[in-house]
């Protein structure tokens, strides 16, 4: 903060703190809050439908174990890309899903859903012996009910990183944003089933335990026109203060992105780069995003 105002903290201007929902994150946003009056503290909703995605892998290990099987079979292995090549030349190469980036299990599953066939093919012409993660694929391609998981997993809950890369979008109005959160929930309450109800019941925790979503809402309800009273909102936030809300992100995800960029600062190849010289390429990178007219504070 010091950095952004040197001669003297503009407390009344801090209005909205973006974190993730570990416990620490959260507490130190309740203690903060004590500090900036006008603040709502919100925690990263792409985090959180993450989260309810991280959920539906746990309830079906054999999937989750099938994914990470077949991606070791064809993971630096050359001579089974041939073999995948010549025996289904019309899609794509299973994909590699990595757990920290949002919804690509998912993706994956709907992967295995759409080829099904075309995957087990595959594994069944190519040699057992040639590793474990061979025979092991072959073995959970078979199982009676995997296609049948994989049909409810896509049938379910496909739509999910679609609407996860929507929250990660740029400068998208808080309405447009809350309405693809609102769109999964009622797409999550429509989903059958003991799974169903599970994941849905899950969306719902994540929500309530969101301290400022409720906050969000409302003020986002204000700036469309369907809300008629400020009640609910901080006692010190003012009509002027809420015009600043109308594309304020609810998403962490600038932040991430800022680590991606950031982190090639210090790769191993750099043996020689001062700190003044670290200060003048953060300015350059800083100064060379688009919107830089626009100031977007997030905390992570």
């Known amino acids: 903060m010091f950095v952004l105002w040197p001669n003297g903290?503009?407390?009344?201007?801090?209005?909205?703190?973006?974190?993730?929902?570990?416990?620490?994150?959260?507490?130190?946003g309740r203690i903060l809050q004590s500090l900036y009056s006008k603040m709502i503290h919100l925690t990263c909703l792409a985090h959180g439908i993450h989260r309810v995605a991280e959920s539906i892998r746990e309830k079906f290990k054999k999937v989750d174990k099938l994914i990470s099987r077949v991606k070791?079979?064809?993971?630096?292995?050359?001579?089974?890309?041939?073999?995948f090549k010549s025996e289904a030349p019309a899609i794509p190469l299973p994909p590699e899903p990595i757990l920290t980036r949002w919804g690509t299990w998912i993706m994956a599953a709907s992967y295995y859903c759409?080829?099904?066939?075309?995957?087990?093919?595959?594994?069944?012409?190519?040699?057992?012996?040639?590793?474990?993660?061979?025979?092991?694929?072959q073995q959970l391609i078979q199982d009676p009910n995997m296609e049948a998981n994989l049909v409810y997993i896509h049938s379910n809950f496909g739509f999910i990183p679609e609407y996860i890369t929507k929250l990660e979008?740029?400068?998208?109005?808080?309405?447009?944003?809350?309405?693809?959160?609102?769109?999964?929930?009622?797409?999550?309450?429509?989903?059958?089933?003991?799974?169903?109800?599970?994941?849905?019941?899950?969306f719902n925790n994540v929500l309530e335990k969101n301290c400022g979503f409720k906050t969000?809402?409302?003020?986002?309800?204000?700036?469309?026109?369907?809300?008629?009273?400020?009640?609910?909102?901080?006692?010190?936030?003012?009509?002027?203060?809420?015009?600043?809300?109308?594309?304020?992100?609810?998403?962490?995800?600038?932040?991430?992105?800022?680590?991606?960029?950031?982190?090639?600062?210090?790769?191993?190849?750099?043996?020689?780069?001062?700190?003044?010289?670290?200060?003048?390429?953060?300015?350059?990178?800083?100064?060379?995003?688009?919107?830089?007219?626009?100031?977007?504070s997030n905390a992570f």
């Open 9 to 28: 903290i503009r407390h009344d201007d801090v209005l909205l703190f973006v974190t993730d929902a570990a416990p620490y994150m959260v507490k130190a």
């Open 72 to 83: 070791q079979v064809f993971l630096k292995a050359p001579s089974r890309v041939l073999v």
């Open 114 to 137: 759409k080829y099904y066939k075309d995957i087990r093919r595959v594994l069944i012409s190519i040699n057992s012996e040639d590793a474990i993660s061979v025979k092991e694929a």
């Open 169 to 202: 979008t740029q400068y998208i109005s808080l309405s447009e944003a809350l309405s693809a959160v609102k769109y999964v929930q009622n797409k999550l309450n429509d989903c059958e089933g003991e799974i169903g109800v599970a994941v849905f019941q899950k």
């Open 216 to 296: 969000i809402f409302n003020i986002s309800k204000i700036l469309s026109g369907q809300g008629i009273s400020m009640e609910g909102l901080p006692d010190d936030l003012t009509g002027d203060d809420i015009t600043y809300f109308k594309y304020a992100p609810i998403t962490s995800t600038d932040v991430e992105r800022s680590f991606s960029r950031y982190k090639t600062l210090l790769v191993d190849n750099r043996r020689s780069f001062n700190f003044e010289n670290i200060k003048k390429s953060l300015v350059a990178q800083c100064n060379t995003l688009e919107g830089k007219n626009k100031i977007i």
